[in-house]
């Protein structure tokens, strides 16, 4: 007798869908059989016309987020909340900057007791600053406490976070020696600090060009292809980043170097700067123009993964002040990440929310495929269904997307065999756990 049967639906295999039926018993998928024959079991799902797919992984969230004045809407709680009810059942967040190996352990701890309240799965990725210390040594710390991903900065020497270019080229070649991936927030510091630009919001996308994105691309993928190693460039925002990568460095794309991009750059251009509500879409990385936008949809096929880059405020906080660079940068994605993207994209978006994430995030074949023995983590998703964005689950009092009509909706979310959501209401009887990775 199974625990849970997932009934007449198509299910996710191979990059298509195919009409078969999911047996779970306790935490993990059982048995994966034709509708013709059923099975017995405690509970049964009726999924019919509906879509069955892993649980979405969201590989970068910052959640608490502390930016002194301000801090980020979602604590573990109501960010895991509103990933259940967008299908997301692992999200891996950051743990905050260091500068030495040995402020390694505070952070990690602090982490796990503010993720002591999520409702889905959970992982973090290391991030350093400025580091000045041993690099083998916080890679073999890091790994051993199951975090094979190190996150650095080019960028914010303002906030002495950004990492020197010979530490950078140490952790790339470590990364060749080890199996850790470098994550890199890619922006040139130089281009940066010699733009000048009044500090208005109508300009801001101006004060970080596109091009500081797209040179220091270009830089990194340089490295890589002298060190090897393995880098993941996060929030790629321009589509003549990928053009560029996929002129000169094509070899180095899905073995050294993934790209990650998320919903905000694909659905939202400069041009809001512009309206009186401009304030509240700053982020960093800035929005693109609309030509950078076209080109980055075009370009989707060389995206490895999306995440969200989540990291609400109000906005009563987002409107305090008048200068840009007084506003707390950042959007909240969570909830409709993936009904977005697959309303642009359909059937092509699904692995990069799945098999691709957990592949280069270690997560796999634990997670992001449905297959017998893997975790019984699963989305029942309604490709019919119509939805008029809102503020949602989200403590954040708004959303960059409201008001947006897209078709396709999830309802049901499923964490190691149990409904955190079911049919759109919220159930949430699991805990999350942190997921070792290596
Ligand atoms: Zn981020």
Excluded at 155 to 166: A, H, V, W
Excluded at 407 to 430: C, D, H, M, P, Y
């Amino acid at each position: 007798m199974f625990d849970l049967g997932l009934i007449n639906g198509k299910i996710y295999r191979n990059a298509q869908f195919t009409h078969l039926d999911v047996y779970i018993e306790k935490d993990k998928i059982a048995e994966i059989i034709s509708p013709d024959k059923k099975l017995d079991c405690k509970k049964t799902m009726d999924c019919s016309g509906k879509l069955i797919m892993p649980g979405f992984i969201d590989p970068h969230v910052h959640i608490n987020l502390d930016l002194g004045e301000f801090k980020t809407s979602d604590d573990y709680e109501s960010a895991s909340k509103a990933a259940a009810f967008g299908g997301i059942t692992t999200f891996i967040d950051f743990l905050e900057p260091i500068n030495s190996v040995d402020e390694f352990d505070e952070k990690l701890q602090k982490k796990h007791k503010e993720a002591e309240t999520s409702y889905i799965d959970y992982s973090f990725h290391t991030t350093v600053g400025n580091f000045k210390d041993d690099v083998g040594k916080l890679v073999e710390t890091s790994f051993k406490n199951g975090i094979p991903s190190i996150k650095l900065f080019t960028t914010y020497s303002e906030s002495n976070r950004r990492c020197s270019y010979g530490k950078i080229k140490e952790f790339i070649e470590n990364s060749s020696l080890t199996d850790s991936l470098i994550l890199i927030h890619a922006e040139n510091d130089e281009i940066i600090l010699n733009t000048n630009v009044d500090d208005e919001t109508a300009v801001y996308e101006s004060s970080r060009p596109a091009k500081s994105e797209i040179e220091e691309i270009e830089k990194l993928a340089q490295i890589v292809s002298e060190l090897r190693g393995k880098i993941y460039i996060v929030h790629v925002t321009c589509g003549s980043s990928i053009e560029l990568l996929r002129e000169k460095y094509s070899q180095l794309l899905q073995n050294n170097l993934f790209i990650e991009s998320c919903p905000q750059y694909f659905y939202l251009n400069k041009e809001i700067y512009e309206s009186d509500s401009g304030r509240l879409y700053l982020l960093a990385p800035p929005l693109r123009s609309r030509d950078e936008q076209e080109k980055l949809k075009k370009n989707i096929a060389s995206v490895n993964t999306i995440g969200t880059d989540h990291a609400p405020f109000t906005k009563e906080e987002k409107l305090r002040y008048n200068k840009a660079s007084q506003v707390p940068k950042g959007l909240g994605s969570l909830e409709y990440s993936f009904s977005l993207m697959y309303n642009l994209f359909r059937e092509s978006i699904i692995a990069k929310y799945t098999i691709n994430p957990a592949i280069i995030h270690n997560l796999f074949p634990k997670k992001g495929i449905i297959q017998e023995g893997a975790d019984a983590d699963l989305v029942i998703f309604d490709p019919d269904k119509e939805l008029i964005i809102d503020s949602g689950q989200s403590k954040s009092d708004y959303s960059a997307y409201e008001g947006i009509k897209i078709k396709g909706a999830v309802e049901s979310t499923i964490l190691r065999g149990q409904f955190i959501v079911e049919n759109r209401k919220f159930i949430g009887t699991i805990k999350g756990q942190f997921i070792k990775r290596k």
